[in-house]
């Protein structure tokens, strides 16, 4: 995440719950796929539970994304 976003998510996350909850589940789902990484080996159902949680954590960044930029507008027209 670039710093600007890290700044933007920093000033809005106690507002918005919405938020809150992807950004935690982001990091939930990081810390998993970590996890799986770490591993020399994967079984076929934990290939297909790592690419699940890549999809979902692909899913909840995109809707970071539109939250942020959300934000962003605000702030412009300020």
């Not at 700044?7 to 990081?30: G, N, S, T």
Request: charge should be negative; proline fraction near 1%.
């Amino acid at each position: 995440m670039e710093k600007a976003d890290e700044e933007l998510v920093a000033r809005w996350i106690d507002h918005d719950p919405e938020l809150r909850r992807h950004i935690e589940e982001h990091q939930d789902f990081e810390r998993q796929l970590e996890e799986y990484n770490r591993r020399a080996y994967l079984t076929a159902d934990e290939t297909v539970e790592r690419r699940r949680i890549q999809k979902l954590k692909l899913a909840g960044r995109d809707r970071i994304e539109q939250i942020l930029a959300r934000y962003r507008a605000k702030e412009k027209s300020v």
